[in-house]
């Protein structure tokens, strides 16, 4: 039922050939940002299995436990978040795809970063809240490893934001050029990604862990 | 004071200790810190002395040219094998002598293994490896430039800030004594209070991110930049190990950047990864660093197959046998290096049946490297052979790293592995692997495509006895070592008690000078080649009647490799054409070519990261922001330049290359008996041998 | 359909099928109060379930006219994922028990 049938040059949404030369032109861009994200993946892989495996006594080391440290209504809030911005990447996506709409895809953007501004705002305010209840990174190899995980991802969500900040610039000055397409396409299977990674990183910490 | 200048303080020199402590180890540790210093002084001497700050500035640092960084990788490797044998000669000499106490301190010697090491493996063997990488690829695929010039700097610039690290702890402060490993406790901050581990953590972290960025470039490169016609079934050997290698390096390399930072974290912040309280454990550092380490000798040795398959089907004037064998053993020998980490560390205490299943995963991991070796003997069969200086090595490889591979499957038996883990049993079987396949692949890449680089060749006779010199000095440093481990030596360790140890090690010390040697004949040879090198021009481009595309193309390779990029219809292309006939065509027409334009991009991520990774080390955190911040500004900076591209116009390149194809008609073609000769212009005729 | 519509129909598929697996995970709490690995499963298998779902929606992985390369590339990052994390696991879970 897919209505277009042209090759795809690469997973992700494509641009399609109405692009012309910035279509082509992301493919070898594209396929190498994958090859990217599949580094970054397998670090976050470890840091999982790391995770998983300071998760028993001996880690928790007589320290705070999940059950104390874990607010899962916060954790929720943040996957909403995170949830959302993804949905509005993808319309920035289509906005752009679709009619070249460079104040609707600007709109999308910046709705977009707002909505990682508050996943940030959740998580960095868990944080505080653990550390006020002696769940600091110090106190043992579970928490080590657990802010090693959740903040790495908080991490790559602070770029995320700063790349759409330097994207909105781009596109002020440069509007939809070729180049500016290809980095969004980009941007837009870096956001999508990271989702991906929050959901490995809610259901492995935060509900396993007070299950 | 202290928020200015972190742990910085006059005491940190090895001068200093020197003038306070005078010893033989503290001299040695004088005279090196002193080498480095005064061989940055007559760098700079003579760069200016001869007028070559621009040059250098606009030609080299500058460039986004692949064979160009591809050449700079490999003089950085060339200079970090100099100090990475010199460490290893000293090391020999003290054990020599080390029955009667030797000369180094025990933390001394320390220092040396670790460099020596971490040089060897990640600033000798990485940077010699993705040099060749990056120049031949394109070459090979028909490609203009690298898919991501730009990004090709970067690498470049953060493994070079790795090493600028490692030289600077020549000079400033102490390195690590954890060995190249760096396990954990004893390199956390309660056993190693010092600066030597960070100098550690740092150049790993940097220059391994360095290396995923590569292994990232040089597959979307080989997967998205082939020329019309080249199906990844038609590519040359030597593609097909370095796509093989780039994959492993992307899937390899993110995990000891995830364990030294996890180190790094436990060091500066008090996280307890690895420590002995509050349930750190330090067995998860082990693991993660093997996820590495093991496929890190695998990338290295890969591309160096490659390497013996080009090698081996141009000197025998054949096409390799078993292409579609050697291409599967490389994939085979990819994935597989995935699933044996853990016999680095059989004897950590884990159930017999985790340790069998991965002794057997070991053991498997022979069979296709078995099915290799045979594939090149039997392109040598009844081939047109030339025993040029790269063949020789290619001998030295086939029978010295045969015995290297079998000791490894000796080890990979957990029972056996328990009684010489951690001798230098250990320590002879990974010489023996990695020089004869990495290092000697690596020299033999360069007697090959040295040609193709500069437009010489290099001097015969003298490349010959070098691999002689290589090859016996080998066998006398790292036979010995086998013996010694077999009688309970222990590795990384200064000193010894036992009498019946000494004679081996006297024959180790005198082999490493042989080593030595050699290493001083490689220079001898580029320099005499260098001087006649009129003689030795090649400028046609192909002195060795070579069969894939790199040598369809003159010598030195323009900078845009191909003026008209050429239609591939076999495996062996230029093959094809020559038996065809006609192998030297003028292209109906010439187009305007796009190439990357220079930028100093690379070099300024470069400084930053030597400078944060400098700050970092002596905790001068003023000086770590700052340069931290160059390097998001930077990335920020690139994303709005917009012309990124220059345009070589067309009647300049017809120009160029009509010029060469004339010379080519005009020249008479020199058989494969006259191949070491001056008659030898780069342009091979067919000599009616076997074909 | 038009293109467009199509394709933004696809995004908000996405979007509500990852929406209901989030809550059937977080829900899992609540059989966690008597059985705790039924919970675990539930949470596991959505998890999976929503990573594919976002895959294909978001990221536009199919199986289909794909560039082969793109899909084998995406295959053995899985591999190298399972095989890097599995035997983590397995050599870490192993040591743990035997210290025990
Ligand atoms: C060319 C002459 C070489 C000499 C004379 C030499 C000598 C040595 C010596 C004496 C040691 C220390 C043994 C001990 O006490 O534990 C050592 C260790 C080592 N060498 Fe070499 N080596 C040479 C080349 C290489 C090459 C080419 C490589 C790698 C490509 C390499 C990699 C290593 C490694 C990884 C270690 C272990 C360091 C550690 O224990 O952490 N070596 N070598
Ligand atoms: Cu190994």
Redesign the interface.
Known sequence: ?????Y????????L?PAHGVAHEGS???L??F???L??????F??????Y???T?P????G?PRPTDLFD?VSV?IQ??FL??S??TC??AI?AM??GENVSRVKLWLVVTALLGAGFLTFELRDFASMMAHQGT?????????L??LVGLHGLHITMGL?WIL?ML??IQ??RLSN?VKT?LLMFS?YW??L??IW??I???VF??G?? | MSSLFGRLNGDVTPFTEAFNHPSVSSLVAAGAASMVVVGAVALLILLTWFRLWKPLWRDWLTSADHKKIGIMYIVLGLVMLARGVIEGVVMRGHQATALQGGFLSSEHYGELFTTHGTIMVLFVAVPLVVGFINIIVPLQIGARDMAFPVLNQVSLGLTAAGAVLLMVSLVIGKFSTGGWTSYPPYTGVVFSPGVGPDYWIWAVAISGIGSTLSGVNFAATIYKCRAPGMSLMRMPLFTWTALCAAIMLVYAMPPVTVSSLMLALDRYLGFHFFTNDLGGNMMNYANIFWMFGHPEVYILALPAYGVWSEVAATFSAKTIYGYDSLVIATMAIAVISFTVWLHHFFTMGQSTSVNIAFGIATMIIAVPTGVKVYDWMATLWRGRIRMTTPMIYLIGFFILFVIGGLTGVILANPTIDYQVHNTLFLVAHFHNVLIPAVLFGMLAGIHYWFPKLFGFRLDERLGRWTAYLWIVGFCLTFIPLYVLGLMGMPRRMATFTNPSYEPWVLIAGFGALVVLMALIMVLVTIGYSIRYRDKLAVPLGDPWDGRTLEWAIPAPAPAWNFAVIPKINSRDAFSTEKEKGNPYVRPQSYDDIAMPKATAHGFILCVAASVMGFALVWHIWWLTALSFAVIPVALIARAFVRETEQLIPAAEIAHAHDAWLNAVWSTRGVTRDEEDSPANRGLAAPDGGPA | MNEERYERFHYIIGATASAILTVLAFGAMIIGEWDRTLALWVIGVSAVVQIVVQLRFFLHIDFSRQKREDLLLILFSLLMLTMLAGGTIWILGDLSKRMM
């Open positions: 039922m897919n209505p277009n049938p090759p795809k040059l690469h997973p992700g949404l494509n399609g493919e070898a861009v396929f190498g994958w090859i990217f599949m580094s970054d993946l397998i670090i892989g470890i840091l999982f299995a790391t998983a495996a300071s028993g001996m880690a928790i080391a320290g899962l929720s996957t909403a949830l959302a993804s949905l993808g319309m289509l795809k679709y990174p110090m106190r043992s190899a579970w928490l080590s490893s802010y090693a700063l330097t610039a781009l000055v440069q180049k980095r299977l999508h990604f989702d991906v959901i490995g809610f259901s492995v509900l396993a007070l299950v």
